[in-house]
């Protein structure tokens, strides 16, 4: 892509990584201790999100952009909006159906289920495949491409995709 624009987003979301197991899997040969480590992420927690959706095409529109920021953000506005201040989980997550249950019967508890484990990789694909498709419905698509999506649950963990 011959140019590249971003646009970043912030929202509070919880979520649990309901299948995290330090004791094994890729990379558990690092963590060399004498006790078991803690799985902390298992329980429910939640972070400040910082999203980063980058656009891209080989040419610029007559008004010489990728696309106007603006219309980036209407693109993605009703999601973050959805999933500010919820609470994402799988619902293939053993507590989903307590959390489901707990959230008719108060309403003040906002889930948003997805059907994969929320880890930062999965979130980041999830707004790569949500942003694709509002650009193939719009008939934008072969115009301008989501080239990456990073997706910041710290100041120090991202995670990043890039699709195909």
């Not at 910041?152 to 195909?164: D, I, L, P, V």
Request: hydrophobic share 40%; glycine share 6%; proline share 3%.
């Amino acid at each position: 892509m011959r140019w590249q624009i971003s646009k970043t987003f912030r929202f509070e979301a919880g979520h649990r990584v309901w299948k995290q197991n330090l004791t094994y899997g890729r990379g558990a040969q690092f963590t060399v201790t004498k006790e078991t480590p803690i799985n902390k992420c298992v329980n429910l927690h939640g972070h400040s999100y910082l999203l980063e959706v980058v656009l891209g095409s080989d040419y610029l529109s007559e008004q010489e952009m990728v696309m106007d920021f603006h219309h980036i953000k209407s693109a993605l506005k009703d999601l973050i909006e959805t999933m500010d201040h919820s609470f994402i989980i799988d619902v293939h997550d053993p507590m989903y159906p307590e959390l489901k249950e707990l959230a008719e019967k108060y309403g003040s508890l906002k889930i948003f289920p997805v059907d994969f484990c929320p880890t930062a990789e999965a979130l980041a694909k999830f707004f790569y495949d949500f942003l694709t498709e509002r650009l193939r419905e719009a008939g934008l698509l072969g115009e301008v491409k989501v080239v990456k999506v990073t997706l910041w649950e710290t100041a120090t963990s991202k995670a990043e995709y890039y699709g195909e």
